[in-house]
């Protein structure tokens, strides 16, 4: 601990101009600023259950105020700072060089500096001589839970020696004040001498050697609390940070990951173009190109997966605990490619998703079908839809161009192009993933962007009007023109509890996390279908039988499969995470997963189908449902659902998953399919494991009480219950008017289906459309009491309303 000479403060610990990081906590902020005071706490803290944080020192705030006051720069500084309109961004640009030029022309004072060398020579001791150090900003108003002035100083990696550690000390301290420091510490509020500058000499972790990312505690993009994003690509952090490639992204469920499973419920390659490594030359880093193969693996095994997000957890934990609620954290991490360990170089309360209110829904959607093929696709950031003239803007130098109201089209942003990204309706770059600064910044603000679309600037034009949808999952698209849309706010206040409980009908699993914060009691129909088709894209036979596929089937496989050379494996991991995606947004509640209900010309119809599928005349009433999973031309594949199912269950925890069986003609057919279930790891009753069917058949109705002594529970099926009750096929126009799942026979059925449930203690919902589109059917079903609704998602609200209402008037 170095202090500074009496007369120029108070005796005390604030008198210090270098504190090491393990003198430090979280309550040091104004001494030591956000970034270093959390570092201290995490080394204080945390490292003792395994959190591995580099070691460092701190020059502090006092330093800072005490170079400020020797040097009489104060009075100089607010003088150019009288009358600064941040809104000109040419006079933001001049103001600000000329305050970084007065702190870089004015040399530290001759003890401070002494400290500094000191206290790095301390460090080369332990890690030898010249030892490589990250040199960080951390200002006394940044990291705060409303306001995260990230990315508002400087960093500057790979040095070493002391006479560049000093020289990036000083270039921290002239940081404070960036074009972007300036103007966000204006529109914030914040007096420019409130706030002091702190600067972290860290040991650097060799990730140019290995890799690096950032990860959230949270889902960045709904809010969702139990979800952890880890993104990762090769070299050191900043090309992460600022968005210069598309790192690879991770999602694991906190909530049975901290019970000991193995919940990573998804993992996407990034590109991964580019890795800084450390330069031998006259600049400290350069960019180098990832070869092909790096490139197409991931960054991170699973085992670095799994350490990432406990440590998440850990760290999210402990700054709830501090600061008496919820805590997001957003965290910087690191591979050491000399000792092969993972590191934590940074943490901080997450600034956006953890301020929204929870009471009201906002839900954004277009007015009309959109038929046209977006211009461009990327990663959605945010839930919204906003449009407006794209303006192309790839030099920084241009920023004073962009107009109000504008969406900006470039490849990447940083801190330098903050004081314009606050004009635009929203943001379009090619590079960057989710936890670039492209995207942190529009959260922040409030705006959409879509990060990572590759070729914006050369397919948009400037003034071309556009359309920006972050709300159709997480593929953000451009559309030509200004579609109409609408924006529907639903407050969640003093909703009724039912005693029918509401379920939800999901059907893409990267809508699951934004739909579980619509209240409900779970999911009653989540389809298999939509992953094969969507996800997959390839019949499973097709993967089991690879070797004997025709030369372009073949072609086509291995490029969806590059990452696997055991085919059928894809099948079961794809499966496995959308399935798994959905259990984790709803848990603990229950999750009806119907298995695969394809007819055999939807089946043919995925890569690779046709040479296992046979050509039916009436598919509707063929080989569909229950009647494939046992026989021999499906049983393998059927296999391949179940390990899917296994996993989701076993390796992730996920029990709240409760299979279903469609097209179950008669209860000897349910049993054959339940030893194919138990040959392959789900033996029903095995770990709480419960099978349901569907009840879509005037036979399941008939013989409902034998189907009780097979089955846990029914869910009606009303579409294709009203299909085969009335002799409809609902697929033809011809009789499409005579198709209503309100007719007499239909609610006969339906009525005697749920009595007999009743009767023999099972569990009965219905899954179908029928309650979704009709309030009096929704009526009717509650008054037969029947268990449980599972409703489309915009229908959840009024029909939970409805319901409520029914049940009062009982």
Same mark, same amino acid.
């Given at each position: 601990?170095?202090?500074?000479?009496?007369?120029?403060?108070?005796?005390?610990?604030?008198?210090?101009?270098?504190?090491?990081?393990?003198?430090?906590?979280?309550?040091?902020?104004?001494?030591?600023?956000?970034?270093?005071?959390?570092?201290?706490?995490?080394?204080?803290?945390?490292?003792?259950?395994?959190?591995?944080?580099?070691?460092?020192?701190?020059? +502090?705030? *006092? !330093?800072?105020?005490?170079?400020?006051?020797?040097?009489?720069?104060?009075?100089?500084?607010?003088?150019?700072?009288?009358?600064?309109?941040?809104?000109?961004?040419?006079?933001?640009?001049?103001?600000?060089?000329?305050?970084?030029?007065?702190?870089?022309?004015?040399?530290? =004072?001759?003890?401070?500096?002494?400290?500094?060398?000191?206290?790095?020579?301390?460090?080369?001791?332990?890690?030898? !001589?010249?030892? &490589?150090?990250?040199?960080?900003?951390?200002?006394?108003?940044?990291?705060?839970?409303?306001?995260?002035?990230?990315?508002?100083?400087? *960093? #500057?990696?790979?040095?070493?020696?002391?006479?560049?550690?000093?020289?990036?000390?000083?270039?921290?301290?002239?940081?404070?004040?960036?074009?972007?420091?300036?103007?966000?510490?204006?529109?914030?509020?914040?007096?420019?001498?409130?706030?002091?500058?702190?600067?972290?000499?860290?040991? /650097?972790?060799?990730?140019?050697?290995?890799?690096?990312?950032?990860?959230?505690?949270?889902?960045?993009?709904?809010?969702?609390?139990?979800? $952890?994003?880890?993104? $990762?690509?090769?070299?050191?952090?900043?090309?992460?940070?600022?968005?210069?490639?598309? =790192?690879?992204?991770?999602?694991?469920?906190?909530?049975?990951?901290?019970?000991?499973?193995?919940?990573?419920?998804?993992?996407?390659?990034?590109?991964?173009?580019?890795?800084?490594?450390?330069?031998?030359?006259?600049?400290?880093?350069?960019?180098?190109?990832?070869?092909?193969?790096?490139?197409?693996?991931?960054?991170?095994? &699973?085992?670095?997966?799994?350490?990432?997000?406990?440590?998440?957890?850990?760290?999210?934990?402990?700054?709830?605990?501090?600061?008496?609620?919820?805590? %997001?954290?957003?965290?910087?991490?690191?591979?050491?490619?000399?000792?092969?360990?993972?590191?934590?170089?940074?943490?901080?309360?997450?600034?956006?998703?953890?301020?929204?209110? +929870?009471?009201?829904?906002?839900?954004?959607?277009?007015?009309?079908?959109?038929? $046209?093929?977006?211009?461009?696709?990327?990663?959605?950031?945010?839930?919204?839809?906003?449009?407006?003239?794209?303006?192309?803007?790839?030099?920084?130098?241009?920023?004073?161009?962009?107009?109000?109201?504008?969406?900006?089209? *470039?490849?990447? +942003?940083?801190?330098?192009?903050?004081?314009?990204?606050?004009?635009?309706?929203?943001?379009?770059?090619?590079?960057?993933?989710?936890?670039?600064?492209?995207?942190?910044?529009?959260?922040?603000?409030?705006?959409?962007?879509?990060?990572?679309?590759?070729?914006?600037?050369?397919?948009?034009?400037?003034?071309?009007?556009?359309?920006?949808?972050?709300?159709?999952?997480?593929?953000?698209?451009?559309?030509?023109?200004?579609?109409?849309?609408?924006?529907?706010?639903?407050?969640?206040?003093?909703? %009724?509890?039912?005693?029918?409980?509401?379920?939800?009908?999901?059907?893409?699993?990267?809508?699951?996390?934004? @739909?579980?914060?619509?209240?409900?009691?779970?999911?009653?129909?989540?389809?298999?279908?939509?992953?094969?088709?969507?996800?997959?894209?390839?019949?499973?036979?097709?993967?089991?039988?690879?070797?004997?596929?025709?030369?372009?089937?073949?072609?086509?496989?291995?490029?969806?499969?590059?990452?696997?050379?055991?085919?059928?494996?894809?099948?079961?991991?794809?499966?496995?995470?959308?399935?798994?995606?959905?259990?984790?947004?709803?848990?603990?509640?229950?999750?009806?997963?119907?298995?695969?209900?394809?007819?055999?010309?939807?089946?043919?119809?995925?890569?690779?189908?046709?040479?296992?599928?046979?050509?039916?005349?009436? %598919?509707?009433?063929?080989?569909?449902? !229950?009647?494939?999973?046992?026989?021999?031309?499906?049983?393998?594949?059927?296999?391949?659902?179940?390990?899917?199912?296994?996993?989701?269950?076993?390796?992730?925890?996920?029990?709240?998953?409760? %299979?279903?069986?469609?097209?179950?003609?008669?209860?000897?057919?349910?049993?054959?399919?339940?030893?194919?279930?138990?040959?392959?790891?789900?033996?029903?009753?095995?770990?709480?494991?419960?099978?349901?069917?569907?009840?879509?058949?005037?036979?399941?109705?008939? /013989?409902?009480?034998?189907?009780?002594?097979?089955?846990?529970?029914?869910?009606?099926?009303?579409?294709?219950?009203?299909?085969? *009750? @009335?002799?409809?096929?609902?697929?033809?126009?011809?009789?499409?008017?005579?198709? &209503?799942?309100?007719?007499?026979?239909?609610?006969?059925?339906?009525?005697?289906?749920?009595?007999?449930?009743?009767?023999?203690?099972?569990?009965?919902?219905?899954?179908?459309?029928?309650?979704?589109? #009709?309030?009096?059917? $929704?009526?009717?079903?509650?008054?037969?009491?029947?268990? +449980?609704?599972?409703?489309? =998602?915009?229908?959840?609200?009024?029909?939970?309303? /409805?319901?409520?209402? !029914?049940?009062?008037?009982?």
């Amino acid at each position: 601990m170095v202090k500074v000479a009496e007369e120029h403060f108070p005796s005390s610990q604030a008198r210090s101009l270098i504190l090491w990081f393990d003198q430090v906590g979280i309550a040091d902020i104004p001494l030591v600023g956000g970034k270093n005071a959390s570092l201290g706490e995490m080394i204080q803290r945390l490292t003792s259950q395994g959190v591995n944080v580099p070691n460092g020192f701190a020059t +502090t705030a *006092t !330093a800072y105020r005490y170079f400020i006051q020797a040097a009489e720069l104060e009075a100089k500084l607010r003088s150019l700072f009288s009358g600064l309109d941040v809104a000109d961004v040419n006079h933001l640009r001049h103001v600000g060089k000329q305050a970084r030029s007065l702190i870089l022309n004015t040399p530290f =004072p001759e003890d401070l500096q002494q400290a500094i060398t000191d206290a790095y020579q301390t460090l080369c001791d332990h890690y030898g !001589a010249d030892t &490589d150090v990250a040199v960080r900003s951390s200002a006394t108003a940044e990291d705060l839970p409303d306001a995260s002035f990230a990315g508002q100083q400087e *960093t #500057y990696l790979n040095i070493s020696g002391i006479s560049r550690v000093l020289e990036a000390c000083h270039r921290c301290f002239a940081s404070l004040f960036t074009d972007r420091a300036i103007s966000y510490r204006q529109i914030k509020g914040f007096d420019h001498f409130d706030v002091a500058l702190s600067v972290g000499v860290q040991k /650097m972790v060799r990730s140019d050697l290995a890799t690096s990312g950032v990860m959230f505690s949270i889902e960045t993009e709904t809010g969702f609390p139990d979800a $952890a994003l880890i993104t $990762a690509a090769y070299g050191l952090g900043e090309n992460v940070v600022q968005g210069a490639v598309n =790192p690879d992204e991770y999602y694991v469920f906190k909530t049975t990951l901290k019970a000991g499973f193995r919940p990573i419920l998804e993992k996407r390659l990034g590109s991964k173009e580019l890795k800084m490594v450390y330069d031998d030359g006259s600049k400290l880093t350069k960019n180098i190109k990832v070869s092909a193969e790096e490139k197409n693996q991931f960054a991170l095994n &699973d085992e670095e997966i799994l350490q990432l997000a406990r440590w998440a957890c850990l760290i999210e934990d402990h700054y709830s605990q501090i600061h008496g609620k919820h805590t %997001p954290m957003d965290i910087e991490w690191a591979k050491d490619g000399v000792t092969q360990e993972l590191f934590i170089v940074q943490a901080r309360p997450e600034t956006v998703q953890s301020q929204k209110s +929870t009471n009201i829904l906002r839900n954004y959607e277009f007015t009309t079908e959109v038929k $046209a093929q977006p211009l461009v696709i990327g990663r959605a950031v945010g839930s919204a839809i906003a449009q407006g003239k794209a303006h192309v803007i790839t030099d920084a130098s241009k920023i004073d161009q962009f107009l109000p109201g504008e969406v900006l089209v *470039t490849d990447r +942003t940083d801190p330098d192009w903050e004081p314009i990204m606050k004009k635009a309706s929203a943001m379009i770059t090619n590079q960057g993933g989710r936890t670039c600064h492209a995207a942190i910044i529009a959260r922040e603000l409030g705006i959409p962007a879509i990060v990572g679309c590759g070729d914006a600037t050369t397919v948009l034009q400037t003034n071309q009007d556009v359309t920006i949808s972050c709300a159709e999952g997480e593929e953000g698209k451009v559309y030509a023109g200004l579609l109409p849309f609408e924006v529907k706010e639903i407050t969640l206040e003093n909703l %009724p509890r039912t005693r029918t409980q509401i379920l939800m009908n999901v059907g893409n699993p990267q809508e699951a996390f934004r @739909l579980a914060a619509i209240p409900n009691d779970g999911v009653g129909l989540a389809r298999f279908e939509f992953i094969i088709a969507n996800h997959i894209q390839v019949h499973p036979l097709a993967l089991l039988n690879y070797g004997k596929l025709d030369q372009f089937t073949k072609a086509k496989i291995a490029e969806l499969t590059a990452l696997y050379d055991d085919k059928p494996q894809y099948f079961v991991d794809k499966l496995a995470q959308g399935v798994g995606r959905i259990a984790a947004a709803f848990y603990p509640k229950p999750v009806i997963v119907r298995m695969s209900d394809f007819k055999s010309n939807e089946y043919a119809n995925l890569l690779g189908g046709k040479q296992f599928e046979p050509d039916e005349e009436n %598919p509707m009433l063929g080989w569909r449902g !229950a009647a494939r999973y046992y026989d021999e031309g499906y049983s393998d594949g059927f296999a391949l659902e179940c390990q899917a199912i296994l996993r989701v269950r076993e390796e992730m925890g996920l029990t709240n998953i409760i %299979p279903m069986i469609p097209f179950c003609r008669t209860p000897d057919e349910g049993r054959m399919v339940l030893a194919e279930m138990a040959k392959n790891g789900l033996k029903q009753g095995e770990n709480g494991l419960q099978v349901y069917v569907m009840c879509e058949l005037p036979n399941n109705v008939i /013989m409902a009480e034998e189907f009780a002594e097979v089955f846990d529970g029914f869910s009606i099926g009303s579409n294709d219950l009203t299909q085969l *009750t @009335l002799g409809i096929d609902r697929d033809s126009a011809l009789v499409a008017r005579l198709f &209503d799942e309100r007719s007499e026979g239909v609610k006969r059925m339906v009525k005697m289906a749920i009595a007999a449930a009743k009767k023999h203690n099972r569990k009965i919902g219905i899954c179908g459309q029928a309650p979704s589109d #009709y309030p009096e059917f $929704a009526q009717f079903l509650v008054e037969q009491g029947i268990d +449980t609704i599972s409703l489309n =998602p915009d229908s959840v609200l009024k029909t939970m309303l /409805m319901v409520a209402e !029914a049940e009062e008037n009982e």
